[in-house]
Structure formats: structure tokens, C-alpha cells
């Protein structure tokens, strides 16, 4: 049996990120054997120290092959684990350092960054949603954003759409989740009205793998247009998805990919849902960290 891949997977913290890059480390899993080794991000002191000497605080064990990051905050502990133990560096985003500093970039196509040998580019983020066998059309899920710079967030209007779509939908059961950037005014009237109607459960209240189990049974989702990393998951599920209605604040790259799905067909508005329009379970199915991975397998790891 071949020796696993080991893999140093440099986390910041912040759970949008480590979705991220659970994602393609699973993917990898199912490809070829691999051991994960979770590195937390240094601190630009040890980050300077480790760059200046060519040593890295986590230096036992066997050397990394991979060292993925995702989030600004991983990406100098990246390169220095890679100067000091070597490996092969995957960023998942368009990084703020240039790009030539890393063998590979998984950047979102919005972002509007050229393909190049070490760039590959991405339909979104990548997450570790995978397509669901479980999913029932009866099941609903609501997830919210909040304040961003990309769209403009009206509590009353988005509490409007909401407690119009369960209404609707009166036969289906109904669970809402909010976000960090989600306003306490939003939080407020909803967990005000939801007692009766749908089960609440806000961000901070929900245990680690709540979100995952639940949209792995939701035949339906809706999403505000500013939580692109929801809206993906749940299009990896092979959920039927809606997006709810916010005016933009511009034509930024966020903004930029969920018109392009939206012109592809892949997702339905809240305004064209309530003319009469279905929502509908993708055409094809989506996976960005599959896809990724075989990538990387492929043209790094051929014989593993």
C-alpha cells in the first residue's frame, strides 16, 4: 500500500475558510490516502522568525506534500512552512501576495483573474458539501446573510420574503439560519415571528455540523445573494436553490458570479419564484472540490 500524502492544512480561525479547505482535503481523501495535519496560522512575529531562519515551529513529523490555505491570514505561514519543510503550496483564492508565489491558485472565475499554469479557476468557492442522496422536496432551508459591502440588507424586506415564502409553502418544514453579519434587528424579528412557523436557530446557537446536516436533507434552499459560500454549498448538495432579493451595492465580483448563475439558470429569484416560476434542482452536478482534486492528483500525485 503506498505511503498517504501528508497534507498541512494551515487554518485561521474562521469557519468559511476551513469549510473551504475541508472540502478539498476530503476530495483528496477520496482519491488517494492521505494524512492531514492542521497547522495554525502564525502570527506575524513567529511568521517573520520562521522566514528570516528557514525553521517552522511545527517542524516534526514527516515533511508536508500539500500545504493548503485559504484566507489572507494563511498565506506567509504557507510559504514559510514550505521554505522550511517543502511541499507543494494550494491557496483557494486569488492572494493578495502574487500568485507566482504558489504552485497552485483556486480562484473563482468572478474574480476575473486569467487562467495560468498554476492558476485554475473555480465556479465560487469550494466546500465540503458533497451531493445528497437524502434530499426531500418537504424539507426547507432558509440561510441568511447580513450587512456587506456588495449588497444593501433591509431587515423588513428580507423578513417580508421570508415569512411570505413559508406561508406559501405551508407542507413544507421549514429551518432558518442566520450568519455573523446577520443585524440583531433581523435576528430579532424573525426569532419574534418564527416560533410558530419554522425552527430558528441562530449562528452562534447552532452546533458545528448542524448546517451540513441540514442541507444535506433540504430539497430546497433559499440564500441571500451576499452569502456566496451558502449558496454554494447548497448547490453542491443538489438542492433546488432561490435566491432572495437584495439590490446590489455595485458590480464586484461577488456580484459578478451570482448574476452568472443566475443567467445560467442554476438559481431563481424570490420576484420569478413568485410569478409562478419553480425553483430547480441543478442540471448538472456540482462539485468545484472534486473537480480540484482531480486535478491535483492527476498531474502531482499520478502513481499514489
Same mark, same amino acid.
Given at each position: 500500500?503506498?505511503?498517504?500524502?501528508?497534507?498541512w492544512?494551515?487554518i485561521?480561525?474562521?469557519?468559511?475558510?476551513?469549510?473551504?479547505t475541508q472540502?478539498?482535503?476530503?476530495a483528496l481523501?477520496r482519491?488517494m490516502?492521505v494524512?492531514?495535519?492542521?497547522? +495554525?496560522?502564525?502570527?506575524e512575529?513567529?511568521?517573520?522568525?520562521?522566514?528570516v531562519?528557514?525553521r517552522?515551529?511545527?517542524?516534526d513529523?514527516?515533511p +508536508?506534500a500539500?500545504i493548503?490555505?485559504?484566507g489572507?491570514?494563511?498565506?506567509?505561514?504557507?510559504?514559510?512552512?514550505?521554505?522550511?519543510?517543502g511541499?507543494k503550496?494550494?491557496v483557494?483564492m486569488?492572494p493578495g501576495? +502574487?500568485r507566482r508565489?504558489?504552485?497552485?491558485?483556486?480562484v473563482p472565475?468572478?474574480?476575473?483573474?486569467?487562467?495560468?499554469p498554476?492558476v485554475?479557476?473555480?465556479v465560487g468557492?469550494l466546500n465540503?458539501m458533497?451531493?445528497?442522496?437524502?434530499?426531500?422536496?418537504k424539507?426547507?432551508?432558509?440561510?441568511?446573510g447580513?450587512?456587506?459591502?456588495?449588497?444593501?440588507w433591509?431587515?423588513?424586506v428580507?423578513?417580508a420574503?421570508?415569512?411570505?415564502?413559508?406561508?406559501?409553502?405551508?407542507?413544507?418544514?421549514w429551518?432558518?439560519t442566520?450568519?455573523?453579519?446577520t443585524?440583531?434587528?433581523?435576528?430579532?424579528?424573525?426569532?419574534?415571528w418564527?416560533a410558530?412557523d419554522?425552527?430558528f436557530?441562530?449562528?452562534d446557537?447552532?452546533?458545528?455540523?448542524?448546517? +451540513?446536516?441540514r442541507?444535506?436533507r433540504a430539497?430546497?434552499?433559499?440564500?441571500t445573494?451576499?452569502s456566496v459560500?451558502?449558496?454554494?454549498?447548497?448547490l453542491?448538495s443538489g438542492?433546488?436553490?432561490?435566491?432572495?432579493?437584495?439590490d446590489a451595492?455595485?458590480?464586484?465580483?461577488?456580484?459578478?458570479?451570482?448574476?452568472?448563475?443566475?443567467?445560467?439558470g442554476t438559481i431563481?429569484?424570490?420576484?420569478e419564484w413568485?410569478?409562478?416560476r419553480p425553483?430547480h434542482?441543478?442540471?448538472?452536478?456540482?462539485?468545484?472540490?472534486a473537480r480540484?482534486?482531480?486535478?491535483?492528483?492527476?498531474r502531482?500525485?499520478?502513481?499514489?
Amino acid at each position: 500500500m503506498s505511503a498517504p500524502c501528508v497534507i498541512w492544512r494551515v487554518i485561521d480561525g474562521k469557519r468559511g475558510h476551513e469549510r473551504q479547505t475541508q472540502g478539498l482535503v476530503q476530495a483528496l481523501g477520496r482519491l488517494m490516502p492521505v494524512a492531514v495535519r492542521n497547522i +495554525p496560522a502564525l502570527s506575524e512575529a513567529q511568521t517573520f522568525r520562521s522566514l528570516v531562519t528557514g525553521r517552522f515551529p511545527a517542524a516534526d513529523g514527516p515533511p +508536508p506534500a500539500i500545504i493548503v490555505g485559504a484566507g489572507h491570514g494563511t498565506h506567509l505561514t504557507m510559504i514559510a512552512a514550505q521554505r522550511a519543510r517543502g511541499g507543494k503550496t494550494v491557496v483557494l483564492m486569488n492572494p493578495g501576495l +502574487p500568485r507566482r508565489y504558489f504552485d497552485l491558485c483556486l480562484v473563482p472565475r468572478h474574480d476575473g483573474v486569467a487562467e495560468a499554469p498554476n492558476v485554475l479557476l473555480t465556479v465560487g468557492a469550494l466546500n465540503a458539501m458533497e451531493l445528497s442522496a437524502e434530499l426531500n422536496r418537504k424539507t426547507g432551508l432558509i440561510l441568511l446573510g447580513g450587512l456587506s459591502p456588495h449588497y444593501h440588507w433591509r431587515t423588513r424586506v428580507v423578513v417580508a420574503q421570508v415569512r411570505d415564502i413559508v406561508g406559501r409553502c405551508r407542507d413544507v418544514r421549514w429551518s432558518l439560519t442566520t450568519s455573523p453579519r446577520t443585524p440583531g434587528a433581523t435576528v430579532d424579528l424573525l426569532r419574534e415571528w418564527a416560533a410558530h412557523d419554522l425552527e430558528f436557530v441562530a449562528f452562534d446557537e447552532a452546533p458545528l455540523n448542524w448546517l +451540513p446536516s441540514r442541507l444535506r436533507r433540504a430539497g430546497q434552499v433559499w440564500v441571500t445573494p451576499d452569502s456566496v459560500s451558502m449558496l454554494y454549498e447548497a448547490l453542491t448538495s443538489g438542492a433546488a436553490v432561490g435566491l432572495l432579493d437584495l439590490d446590489a451595492a455595485g458590480t464586484g465580483r461577488v456580484v459578478r458570479g451570482v448574476e452568472e448563475l443566475h443567467r445560467q439558470g442554476t438559481i431563481v429569484r424570490y420576484a420569478e419564484w413568485r410569478a409562478g416560476r419553480p425553483l430547480h434542482r441543478p442540471a448538472a452536478q456540482f462539485n468545484e472540490a472534486a473537480r480540484c482534486a482531480g486535478w491535483i492528483r492527476e498531474r502531482w500525485f499520478p502513481d499514489l
